[in-house]
């Protein structure tokens, strides 16, 4: 199984400022015949089942606002949240779709500050 | 719009068959190059893959539940089901239904459609 491990568990982020999350993979996530990155990126507010935030590792799904980005490859990968909004308290989740057992990371908790 | 909607007894006993349905609505479980499974969310803690099946294609289990579980699509009824047998406290969880594409051709890639979840608790 690919282990996907997140940093940190929590973040306290003021009001307009940047959260960063990091996400590693225990193996390399990313096929080169289509050079894609096997990597997504999701939101869980509470009550509510996780959305879909990136996929590709970099591909933001349609609706999501634009402070929202990822970066990285291979086995580390980077959610970056520009101008926390309050609505963005949130658990925040990577999950690999490289291969099945589809892991997902442990979870990072965004607050406000 | 693709709804899925999940269905089942919010009680089991230990050591019995957990049985769930997704009723997948706005759209044909037979169409596309998608996979429809299951993750749950213990309390309190994160999500855990269970397994998914495509249509015409093959099914995937999570190696720490395979002897346990079954993922099937009813194409007929345009349904997913779960069993899982030989239930635990630890099997006590919050289980979503959701659709993954994760092809190379996928137009949106990941988990992109999700149930709004059923609380299932396994207690005596």
């Known amino acids: 199984d690919i282990v996907m491990t997140q940093s940190p568990d929590s973040l306290t982020v003021s009001l307009g400022e940047r959260a960063t999350i990091s996400c590693r993979s225990s193996?390399?996530?990313?096929?080169?015949?289509?050079?894609?990155?096997?990597l997504a990126w999701y939101q869980q507010r509470p009550g509510q089942p996780p959305k879909l935030l990136i996929y590709?590792?970099?591909t933001r799904q349609s609706g999501v606002p634009d402070r929202f980005s990822g970066s990285g490859s291979a086995t580390d990968f980077t959610l970056t949240i520009n101008s926390l909004q309050a609505e963005d308290v949130a658990v925040y989740y990577c999950?690999?779709?490289?291969?099945?057992?589809?892991?997902f990371g442990q979870g990072t908790r965004v607050e406000i500050k | 719009q693709l709804q899925l909607h999940e269905a089942g007894p919010g009680l089991v006993r230990p050591s019995e068959t957990l049985s769930l349905i997704c009723s997948v609505s706005?759209?044909?479980?037979?169409?596309?190059?998608?996979?429809w499974g299951w993750i749950r969310q213990s309390p309190g803690t994160g999500l855990e893959w269970i397994g998914d099946a495509a249509y015409r294609g093959k099914t995937y289990y999570n190696p720490s539940l395979k002897n346990r579980v079954t993922v099937y699509l009813d194409t007929s009824r345009n349904q997913i089901s779960l069993r899982l047998s030989s239930l635990t406290a630890a099997d006590t969880a919050l289980y979503f239904c959701?659709?993954?594409?994760?092809?190379?051709?996928?137009?949106?890639?990941?988990?992109?459609?999700w149930g709004q979840g059923i609380t299932v608790t396994v207690s005596s």
């Open positions: 193996q390399s996530v990313f096929l080169g015949s289509n050079n894609k990155n096997y």
């Open positions: 999950q690999q779709y490289f291969n099945a057992p589809r892991t």
């Open positions: 959701a659709r993954t594409c994760n092809g190379g051709s996928c137009y949106v890639a990941g988990t992109d459609v």
């Open positions: 590709w590792a970099s």
């Open positions: 706005g759209g044909s479980i037979t169409s596309g190059n998608y996979y």
